[in-house]
């Protein structure tokens, strides 16, 4: 499979997602991650935020915690 993104510390949280039993999803545009449990979170594929990393890192944690 191919880049997720084209920062690398995105791709890589979104290829230890995958081995914990992640799920992609791909859309029209963008690929997307589903949880075990069935919440999705899109991925941003070329990120032009400096923080861009850091919140979809929080976002995930935020799924993996339950919270909404």
């Known amino acids: 499979m191919g880049k997720f993104s084209t920062d690398k510390n995105i791709d890589s949280l979104v ?4 081995v ?4 992609p999803s791909k859309r ?5 991650v589903v949880s075990p449990k069935g ?4 991925i941003p594929l ?8 850091m ?10 915690q339950g919270v909404k």
């Open 20 to 23: 914990e039993g992640w799920q």
């Open 55 to 64: 919140n979809f890192r929080s976002d995930i944690k935020r799924i993996k």
């Open 46 to 53: 070329t990120p032009s935020d400096n923080r861009a990393f």
């Open 28 to 32: 029209k545009r963008h690929w997307q």
């Open 39 to 42: 919440t999705t979170q899109t």
């Open 15 to 18: 290829r230890e997602l995958l």
